[in-house]
Every structure is written in structure tokens, then in C-alpha cells.
């Protein structure tokens, strides 16, 4: 792909302009996120509401249908539901099944479970099993 930038400190505001030839979730993410302001998600913990910034966030997983958030150490409540959640993270997540999406920038490393199966270790400790039809996004995803 071919990616040109162009300078000129007397514009007013910027602005960005893509042709391609399908809209893919690469580029829809990436449309998102240049044109969102937004870098943080709002959680209940405890009695507070507080936002939590998407790079702090390892793992978000629904649990006994409640959208938890979790960062290096601790975990969250999200209002609605993973679709939701899906639909303002930034490219550097993934989904890892029905009810998980991963920062994969948190990853620490993989095991190959009996099986096929994958399981991906993060750098908080915490274990999600990848789900096989995911597999194949996680692999293009880290280069592998």
C-alpha cells in the first residue's frame, strides 16, 4: 500500500482521505481511531465510576454475563455489553473468542496446547484460550 504525507503548518485543521478497494477491519479500526478522541473506556470499581485507558487494558472478558475489564492488577465492570466494547478499541486488541478480546501488545507468549488449541499467556499472568476459529487472526496479527 502506498502512504503519502503531506506538510504544510498553514492549515487550518487536518484532515486524512483514503481509496481503497474494500473497507476491511484494519481500516475501519484505523478510520476509528484517527477520527475518535477518545483513549479511555468508563468501568465501575467499587462504588466509583472511573475511566481506564485502553493501553492499561490486558484482557476484556464476559464472566457470569458481566463485561469485566482487567488491567495488570485488577479488574472492572463494564456497563454494556463486548460487542460494545469491540466497537471503540483501538486496532492493538483482539478478538480471542465469544467472550474475550485481548490487548495483544500484553501478550507474553503463547503455548500450544494438546490439541491445537493456543493458549495465550499475558504479561499480567492471567490465561485466555484461544478460540479455534480465532487462531488464524492471531497468528497474521503477531507475524507468525
Request: with cysteine; hydrophobic share 35%; glycine share 4%.
Amino acid at each position: 500500500m502506498k502512504v503519502k504525507f503531506n506538510i504544510d503548518n498553514q492549515l487550518a485543521g487536518e484532515s486524512a482521505e483514503f481509496w481503497l478497494k474494500k473497507m476491511t477491519n484494519k481500516f475501519s479500526q484505523l478510520g476509528k481511531e484517527l477520527s475518535g478522541e477518545q483513549d479511555t473506556i468508563w468501568c465501575s470499581y467499587d462504588d466509583e465510576i472511573i475511566p481506564v485507558k485502553f493501553e492499561n487494558i490486558y484482557l476484556i472478558q464476559v464472566e457470569q454475563e458481566q463485561t469485566l475489564i482487567y488491567d495488570k492488577t485488577q479488574s472492572y465492570r463494564y456497563k454494556g455489553q463486548l460487542y460494545q466494547v469491540k466497537n471503540i478499541l483501538p486496532h492493538n486488541f483482539l478478538i480471542a473468542s465469544r467472550s474475550a478480546i485481548i490487548n495483544y501488545q500484553k501478550i507474553d507468549h503463547l503455548e500450544v496446547m494438546d490439541g491445537g488449541n493456543i493458549d495465550v499467556i499475558m504479561k499480567n499472568q492471567m490465561r485466555v484460550q484461544i478460540s479455534r476459529r480465532k487462531i488464524k487472526d492471531l497468528k497474521e496479527r503477531l507475524g507468525l
